[in-house]
T-cell receptor, first 115, second 111 residues
Framework: DVKVTQSSRYLVKRTGEKVFLECVQD?????MFWYRQDPGLGLRLIYF???????EKGDIPEGYSVSREKKERFSLILESASTNQTSMYLC??????????????FGPGTRLTVL | GQNIDQPTEMTATEGAIVQINCTYQ??????LFWYQQHAGEAPTFLSY??LDGLEEKGRFSSFLSRSKGYSYLLLKELQMKDSASYLC????????????WGAGTKLIIKP
């Protein structure tokens, strides 16, 4: 079974703080993704990575950065947290690009509240 | 542009059958996924369609018509544990093969 873990289930931070969200997958997947999920909206892609040290912007990258120094680990960084970044953050990974190999498997999510 | 439409909420009775529809508009269709998401939990993969027709997996089936930009998820013999949101996602060639997600359909099962 694919296992994707995230560093925290719940996190409360103050405006202006730097926030690190970590994601680890144990199935040697090539691709990793960071989404946020808000009520009434679909999952929105923040950043993704197809390889170590590689990153690409998704639909809403503003205010976020990422790091992928090792294949199994993909970190999301909020440089200066703001209240509009209060959300559920979901990490996902997939085996490879193309076809059903691109099925994404999700971590349990981190519910971040910025006060 | 790209767009995915699903009903916001549906209600069904335990033991019955329910069909959840998904219509999409994308610039380059390259596969459709259905996920289940229980409240407060992560989405879990249910099915994948890339060719027209029906894919059956136990109590769950998924149908695709590429010419109509349409898919549905069929749930049979509904159980209370099927109460969840069901997310439709389309892989779009025009979006660098990323998934475009619908907002999800919240399914409520009543005894």
């Amino acid at each position: 079974d694919v296992k994707v873990t995230q560093s925290s289930r719940y996190l409360v931070k103050r405006t202006g703080e730097k926030v690190f969200l970590e994601c680890v997958q144990d199935m040697d997947h090539e691709n990793m993704f960071w989404y946020r999920q808000d009520p009434g909206l679909g999952l929105r892609l923040i950043y993704f990575s197809y390889d170590v040290k590689m990153k690409e912007k998704g639909d809403i990258p503003e205010g976020y950065s990422v790091s992928r120094e090792k294949k199994e680990r993909f970190s999301l960084i909020l440089e200066s947290a703001s209240t509009n970044q209060t959300s559920m953050y979901l990490c996902a990974s997939s085996l490879a690009r193309g076809g059903q190999r691109d099925t994404q498997y999700f971590g349990p999510g981190t519910r971040l509240t910025v006060l | 542009g790209q767009n995915i439409d699903q009903p916001t909420e549906m209600t069904a009775t335990e033991g019955a059958i329910v069909q959840i529809n998904c219509t999409y508009q994308t610039s380059g269709f390259n596969g459709l996924f259905w996920y289940q998401q229980h409240a407060g939990e992560a989405p879990t993969f249910l099915s994948y369609n890339v060719l027209d027709g029906l894919e059956e997996k136990g109590r769950f089936s998924s149908f695709l018509s590429r010419s109509k930009g349409y898919s549905y998820l069929l749930l049979k013999e509904l159980q209370m544990k099927d109460s969840a949101s069901y997310l439709c996602a389309v892989r779009d060639q025009g979006s660098n093969y990323q998934l475009i997600w619908g907002a999800g359909t919240k399914l409520i099962i009543k005894p």
